[in-house]
């Protein structure tokens, strides 16, 4: 396996050249039009690239693979170019493989709840072709316009309806991929029971393109909710959160599809930075729930209204709002997918995807808020996140009045201080993003040695080459 | 690898007495009472053993299994032996592992949604340490007042709740296993998201005990369901019944929870062999739904009632009954857990368990009873199963008057030319109860060779030596 992908050596022109032959000019990208494969969007990374090639069917995949595959040549398979930890970008000597132009909506099936779709099918586009047959696809992410299927399923993205739908890998029934052997496996199972060996897609599903390029896939389709409710709540503190979200699933029979923390801290950053918000309720409180029930059936209101209505008997909330229309909705939604960008506005952040067990996360957020003021004392930590899933988005801020990069320096420390309490908790350092480039010294650092073992077991038998998006994840 | 369990040597006196060692007295079972471990409770399969042991820890299973793998000794996991394909009955050379000691309920978490169990625990237990924190564990199989969390785990066990809740696959947060090697993984982890590399777990289980022993897991608990509906409808056919599914889902938002098909077969052999059953509708149909509803939430009964009389006005069902308390609940579900009781009471059937996609489901039985009568003409077809998850336990019995094993000789030709059909809608050959011993061949024959070489790849990666439960599977 090649243990730094850095040094491999260039494909030969002959071997370049046998790879334009099976796409074609039209699936070569020219040099001068490479930056936007090349660029990660945050511009954190920037990669290199003997040639760039975009396959129109799965057959061109298999044979680029089967080349590259006799010719020991690295890939890095590329989807949306959406990816938070740097994994879709190649380092030097891979091939790169963008799969936007397999974009074929291959099957909807109502009946089966089931959409086969091509690698390169936007999310967007997923989630239409859903809708066009009165079914929801629930995955949902704030890439979703650009992001590709074939990205999703490799990083298992997560998002705002997970608490009721779960994550990609809770929302795939089939799969296609092609092997780094150059052979195409055909897994495209429709079946929601199948019993007869190993469930192979799931090392594909957060596998980061480091065992094969997966190119279709089928997706499980839901009911389509024709009643949403949007509530804005004010509460006291995370614990009282948590506890809020146990009354809103027992009380409503788990109908909550988003519940979403934030702190006070951020609501004003949103106020302070984004143009035409205000805040929902009447009063400043110390945190914000914003959750999102949703029904096919009547009666949702009155149910969310009971709810709401016990809870403020027990003091679970000190006040709250329900949307009343779809235009309140999306303007209480606006505050909770603002923050990011208001925290950007505000300063120069350290960003942390992390997860604990829903019920340790008041503690987490004690033990990591000290920590972080020991280390970097009147430091800001706009927290917010999925808490139904346990996950935070755990940004730390300069003091206020401070340099917008006064951190810059002890940032790398603050991680580490950051993931020893996420150890003490048994939790995740990365809850959605995955491991890419980013993190891959940290998994080596933190996970046990059993678990890696396996891991790299796993990869040299799936891939004994180790020319699958070499330096990533592992 | 061991490629016939069977050609195995006993392992010597000297290391059996370390394993016994390791368990003490307590730990080993007597040769005079080791018939139940190694008979399959139909008596389809009778293993040998050289030792049975009953560990208490899972400290006691990694020192027993290190023994195994340092001196080659190849080991058979045991849950609370209701497998139905053998996976749990030893060869001859293999130490039975039974894991009825580790019995712990060791953790539960009302606020997480979490269950952390030992793998000796039985299913019933489980679910009345979920109902007791008023939660609900939603797996529900016929032998759960015996079977274990391990086994359920290890064979991926479905159930009459797959449709709302997913198999067991679905319900797993976290797992602990001991190893080939004999190291213990703690992957003991109560998180909803986690992207930090190949999700192991997902390896185990479905794994048939093939990789390693899985000694613990977190299962995904969920809101206690307060209101329950039952229906039992008599249908034209099952194209009738899928579409009735759909318009069920969509007017409830997904609160059927079961969805089960009978033919009218069925019933008449129920009808005839169970003491006090009755035919809940007035008139013979050829078909029958029986759907359970359930809801956190008040109106449910409101919101069934409102979809039955749309499904009566589209002519999707010709009766309905709505169960009008739990006594008459559960006379309508007694007469769908006798038909098993109720085709053995009739003859010696020959027993298949295959999946299709849920839109493919009438076209399946179309072509599978053409295929039956042309092999066997006359023969009885008592077709029934979980429709929301396509999976029909599909049974041949002989023709009316015929001697009760009449098939016997050609009993092998029509399982063949069933999973022929099967074969045909890309569906699956063991939609539940696993490959074991008894598909081991069948699957070897079926399934892709791309796939059945992944899968070899996965087990010489992880268990070398080929010492866990040899024989099965693969």
Redesign the interface.
């Known amino acids: 396996m090649s243990i730094d992908a850095r040094l491999r050596a260039l494909p030969s022109a002959e071997i370049l050249d046998q790879i334009r032959g099976v796409v074609g000019p039209k699936g070569v990208v020219a040099a001068d039009a490479a930056v936007p494969y090349l660029t990660e969007w945050r511009r954190r990374w920037r990669g290199e690239t003997p040639l760039i090639v975009v396959p129109a069917s799965v057959e061109e995949v298999a044979r680029i693979v089967a080349i590259c595959a006799s010719n020991g040549v690295a890939i890095t398979p590329q989807g949306g170019n959406t990816g938070l930890v740097g994994g879709q970008i190649p380092f030097g000597s891979e091939v790169l493989l963008s799969m936007k132009r397999l974009n074929r909506i291959r099957d909807v099936?109502?009946?089966?709840?089931?959409l086969t779709v091509d690698a390169g099918v936007t999310l967007a586009e997923a989630q239409g072709a859903a809708r066009d047959a009165?079914r929801l696809f629930p995955l949902s992410i704030g890439s979703e316009g650009s992001c590709q299927i074939g990205g999703v399923i490799s990083?298992?993205a997560?998002g705002v309806n997970?608490?009721r739908y779960?994550?990609t890998?809770?929302l795939v029934l089939g799969l296609e991929a092609v092997?780094p052997s150059g052979?195409?496996?055909?897994?495209?199972?429709?079946?929601?029971?199948?019993?007869?060996?190993?469930?192979?897609k799931?090392?594909f599903?957060?596998?980061e393109g480091t065992l094969g390029v997966v190119t279709g896939a089928v997706l499980k389709l839901?009911?389509?909710?024709?009643e949403f409710v949007t509530v804005f709540a004010g509460v006291r503190d995370p614990s009282a959160a948590?506890?809020l979200l146990?009354l809103a699933?027992?009380?409503?029979?788990?109908?909550a599809s988003s519940f979403e923390l934030l702190s006070r801290l951020c609501l004003d950053l949103v106020l302070a930075h984004i143009p035409s918000t205000r805040d929902p309720l009447d009063a400043p409180h110390p945190w914000y729930v914003l959750a999102e029930f949703?029904?096919?059936?009547?009666?949702l209101r009155e149910?969310v209204e009971t709810f709401l209505a016990s809870a403020l008997a027990k003091g679970l909330i000190e006040d709250a709002a329900l949307a009343e229309n779809q235009t309140q909705s999306k303007s209480f939604w606006r505050l909770r997918h603002s923050i990011a960008e208001a925290i950007a506005a505000e300063g120069a952040a350290a960003h942390h995807d992390v997860?604990?067990?829903?019920?340790?996360l008041p503690r987490f957020l004690m033990k990591a808020d000290a920590a972080v003021a020991k280390l970097a004392p009147g430091a800001r930590i706009p927290a917010f996140g999925?808490i139904?899933?346990?996950?935070v988005h755990y940004d730390v801020l300069p003091p206020k009045g401070a340099q917008r990069d006064a951190l810059s320096p002890i940032e790398e420390a603050i991680e580490q201080r950051i993931y020893d309490v996420i150890a003490e908790f048994?939790?995740?350092?990365?809850?959605?993003?995955?491991?890419g480039r980013q993190?891959k010294d940290d998994?080596a650092k933190r996970?046990?040695s059993?678990?890696l073992s396996?891991?790299r077991?796993?990869k040299?038998?799936?891939d004994p080459q180790g020319i699958m998006n070499p330096g990533k994840?592992?």
């Open positions: 099936s109502p009946l089966d709840n089931t009165k990083t298992n997560g997970v608490l779960g994550n890998r809770d092997l052979e195409i496996w055909n897994g495209l199972k429709r079946l929601r029971k199948d019993n007869t060996g190993y469930d192979l799931q090392l599903i957060g596998g839901f009911p389509l909710p024709t948590v506890t146990s699933q027992t009380a409503t029979g788990g109908l949703s029904s096919g059936a009547a009666g149910t997860s604990v067990a829903t019920a340790d999925h139904g899933d346990g996950n048994q939790g995740s350092i990365s809850a959605e993003h995955g491991v993190r998994i996970k046990s059993v678990e396996m891991m077991a796993i040299k038998a799936l994840m592992l």
